[in-house]
């Protein structure tokens, strides 16, 4: 991915109220989904809160590996695939849940297993917006969104000091 200049941190209830105002689309988009398919690790997040609020039961994982060192992507590797009890009918009625598309390349890949089933992201960043149905809030780019489960507590410097700290 190209190189990033700003930085969106997302809290914990931030990240749960975006999920489930998602939830609350995809409640509307379909009365009810077969099954959800999430893409680890970062969909398993948004993947629980959104099976929660629609009642879902069956979830998937299908398992890919691509940003090694914070925001190098490197080969996109899948590390397991989803089971083929659930490739039926290229994946009609099946929901698709990752927590953000980037350059889209994850969602292509996967896509490309279950044309037919609905891809959902909390987060878009433009390249990828064309390969997800469903998405809360769109960043630009240039943006890195820092999600709660790689965030800690630290100091912050005063804002009259500067960026130099
Ligand atoms: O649109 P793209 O440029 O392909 O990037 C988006 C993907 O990158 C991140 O996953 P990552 O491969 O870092 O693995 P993780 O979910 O285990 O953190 C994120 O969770 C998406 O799945
Ligand atoms: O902006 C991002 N944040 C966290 N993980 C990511 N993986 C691709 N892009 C991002
Ligand atoms: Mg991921």
Known sequence: MSATEKSFPVSWEQFHRDARALAWRLAGARAEWK???????????????????????????????????????GDLKVLKEISPALLENEGDGILIVDDLTDTGKTAALVRAMLPKAHFATVYAKPKGRPLVDTFITEVSQDTWIFFPWDLGLTFQAPIARGSAG
């Open 35 to 73: 099954a959800i398919v999430c893409i680890t690790r970062g969909g398993l997040v948004p993947a629980a809160i959104i099976a929660r609020e629609l009642g879902t039961r069956l979830i998937e994982t299908v398992c890919i590996a691509s940003y090694h060192d914070y925001n190098e992507q």
